[in-house]
């Protein structure tokens, strides 16, 4: 993979993407400016918590606690973050495209002030996760509760904007077929994951484990989306896309975390293909209407329909309709009509002759789908 300056973005040729599956080094805003208009399908943001400390941090026993200390993290007022996060989120939705979405994540230091310049700029919130730690660092004071989780915001970015990407069915799929909930549980970034220096320091503080990547890429995009992270630090959000068959662009301006990025992601190999399909439900498939059947062939005008145990029948009209008894209805209304019910789902109610055998029309369906609507997508 490649590092790109800001001068390299701006010489690019029209329609030329070098941006794609690099890293860009420098200030976030600049960057974002830079990319091409509606051209990311998610945005992950881990921003900087402004988590104010004052002074060093030490256990009972003194030892000093190894917290986020660094220049990048430090602003001089709340009306300073503030700025500094309405300018980055601006240039964030200007990358966005309509059908996109956008993670930030944060602690309570940030996640508020955060969460009320996404709303203030019109970004509608899908959800807020909650990522429940199993092993948080303890309160050494003694003074507060145990800081053992942090919030991300989901959002799209309008209320009215249509067509993002939710992976319901692999949700719940990964969450033993039930629904997955807004309360993730995954432990903080430690053990082999957590990337070390020479000295055997942590090689970025606010490191985040690849399991929550993972859940926020699988829930939110499809292969082959590009996934931008405007503060990339040690490139988690690269090396799982990578692995998850998704493309990737990360910003951020420190070498150190960008040298470390690169070898980490390099060294991770995609999975083959067939075994990034996910799990989808009837609702992720394109509607057919009856009509299409009759209009390719699939069915002619005067095919005979019946039920499974042949104690209705209906002939299929020209436009779609079904005829009973002189009268007529959809495939749905005349279904709960002949048995005198409210509903019907007509695609599994109605059969057709398969040779010797009975088989609902929903077969039809599934054929259209796999030969027509795939063959011309």
Not at 295 to 316: F, H, M, N, Q
Not at 339 to 345: I, K, T, V, Y
Request: glycine share 8%; charged share 25%; with cysteine.
């Amino acid at each position: 993979m490649s590092v790109l300056k800001l001068a390299d973005l701006g010489r690019a040729a029209k329609g030329d993407q070098p941006w794609l599956n690099s890293i860009i080094k420098g200030d976030c805003v600049a960057a974002l400016e830079k990319l091409p208009e509606n051209s990311v399908d998610v945005i992950f943001a881990d921003p900087p918590y402004n988590l104010q400390l004052e002074g060093e941090l030490h256990r009972p026993d003194q030892s000093k606690v190894d917290a986020v200390d660094d220049h990048w993290d430090q602003f001089s007022t709340f009306e300073a973050y503030d700025a500094f996060t309405r300018a980055w989120m601006l240039a964030a939705r200007r990358v966005l495209k309509p059908t996109g979405t956008i993670w930030v994540i944060g602690s309570y230091h940030n996640i508020f002030r955060v969460g009320t310049t996404l709303q203030d700029l019109g970004f509608w919130v899908l959800n807020d996760i909650i990522w429940r730690k199993t092993n948080p660092m303890p309160n050494f004071r003694g003074r507060r509760f145990t800081n053992a989780h942090e919030t991300m915001i989901w959002a799209s970015p309008s209320q009215n904007a249509k067509g993002y990407t939710f992976n319901y069915d692999a949700m719940k799929m990964a969450n033993d077929e039930v629904q997955m909930r807004s309360d993730w549980l995954f432990p903080i970034c430690n053990g082999g994951e957590r990337l070390k220096d020479e000295n055997g320091d942590k090689v970025h503080p606010t490191q985040k484990p690849e399991a929550l990547l993972h859940r926020v890429i699988m829930s939110s995009s499809k292969p082959g989306d590009v996934i931008l992270d405007p503060f990339f630090g040690s490139g988690t959000t690269g090396a799982v896309a990578k692995r998850l068959g998704r493309n990737f662009v990360g910003i951020d301006r420190e070498d150190k975390y960008i040298k470390a990025a690169i070898e980490r992601i390099d060294a991770v190999e995609t999975i083959k293909s067939p075994q990034l399909v996910v799990t989808t439900g009837k609702r992720a498939e394109p509607r057919v209407a009856f009509g299409s059947l009759i209009e390719t062939g699939y069915l002619k005008p005067g095919a005979i329909l019946t039920d499974s145990k042949k104690r209705w029948k209906a002939k299929v009209r020209v436009d779609g309709s079904l005829e009973h008894d002189n009268e007529t209805a959809s495939i749905h209304r005349m279904g709960a009509k002949v048995q005198g019910l409210d509903a019907c789902n007509g695609w599994t109610f109605w059969h057709f002759k398969d040779g010797k055998k009975l088989a609902p029309i929903d077969e039809l369906r599934k054929a259209y789908r796999s030969e027509v609507m795939a063959a011309g997508a």
